[in-house]
Nanobody, 113 residues
Framework: QLVESGGGLVQPGGSLRLSCAAS????????MGWYRQAPGKQRELVAA???????NYVDSVKGRFTISRDNAKKMLYLQMNSLKSEDTGVYYC?????????WGQGTQVTVSS
């Protein structure tokens, strides 16, 4: 099970930190990622972190977002800085391995003045 938290309303240029708490899985063996679904658009992968700690980002968030994980606490994080209106959407946490994956329920992020 994956449960996200930390979403909310923030002004352009502001920051938010999303968290994802994992349970019922061997967290350290899973690749993890944050997806975003903007209104009227398809869900897209924003950032991912492998079980080895390697990271990848979509170009639009490079230099602004940082994904991290704490295997001991079974937590995934997304630090979002310099937020823009186009970052608005529902953010989902996902974990996957070779056998399948898990999704969280999502948390709303709204960037607006």
């Amino acid at each position: 099970q994956l449960v996200e938290s930390g979403g909310g309303l923030v002004q352009p240029g502001g920051s938010l930190r999303l968290s994802c708490a994992a349970s019922g899985m061997i967290f350290r063996t899973y690749a993890m990622g944050w997806y975003r679904q903007a209104p009227g658009k398809q869900r897209e992968l924003v950032a991912a972190i492998g079980s080895d700690g390697s990271t990848n980002y979509v170009d639009s968030v490079k230099g602004r977002f940082t994904i991290s994980r704490d295997n001991a606490k079974k937590m995934l994080y997304l630090q979002m800085n310099s937020l823009k209106s186009e970052d608005t959407g529902v953010y989902y946490c996902k974990g996957w391995d070779t056998l399948g994956g898990y999704w969280g329920q999502g948390t709303q992020v709204t960037v607006s003045s």
